[in-house]
Nanobody, 126 residues
Framework: QVQLVESGGGLVQAGGPLRLSCAASGRTFSSYAMGWFRQAPGKEREFVAALRWSGRNTYYADYADSVKGRFTISRDNAKNTVYLQMNSLKPEDTAVYYC????????????????WGQGTQVTVSS
């Protein structure tokens, strides 16, 4: 079992940065692939970024095309925390952002993730 708590959301002007954090409980955090998803009003939840297992005891980062070059996902296993650094934010990035944990390899598909946080609101003003 893993419990996830996101923080760091808020209101930011277009072009600005924001860093989201996701704190995880449990001793086996390092064994989970971690992902970030977002859901805007009236839209389906969509993939944002993930740290996926490469099969060689390392992770690799994967990003949605819409955030590639602007967002960076990282993790600190000593702190049981995964981060999403968001730069050059756009109004279309406005959404509730969720972190998720996958005990297998990690994918871009929300249904593959077993554990979810409660979400944190990000609002980008133009």
């Amino acid at each position: 079992q893993v419990q996830l708590v996101e923080s760091g959301g808020g209101l930011v002007q277009a072009g600005g940065p924001l860093r989201l954090s996701c704190a995880a409980s449990g001793r086996t955090f390092s064994s989970y692939a971690m992902g970030w998803f977002r859901q805007a009003p009236g839209k389906e939840r969509e993939f944002v970024a993930a740290l996926r297992w490469s099969g060689r005891n390392t992770y690799y980062a994967d990003y949605a095309d819409s955030v590639k070059g602007r967002f960076t996902i990282s993790r600190d296993n000593a702190k049981n925390t995964v981060y999403l650094q968001m730069n050059s934010l756009k109004p279309e990035d406005t959404a509730v952002y969720y972190c998720a944990a996958d005990p297998v390899v990690g994918t871009t598909t929300a249904d593959e993730y077993d554990y979810w946080g409660q979400g944190t609101q990000v609002t980008v003003s133009s």
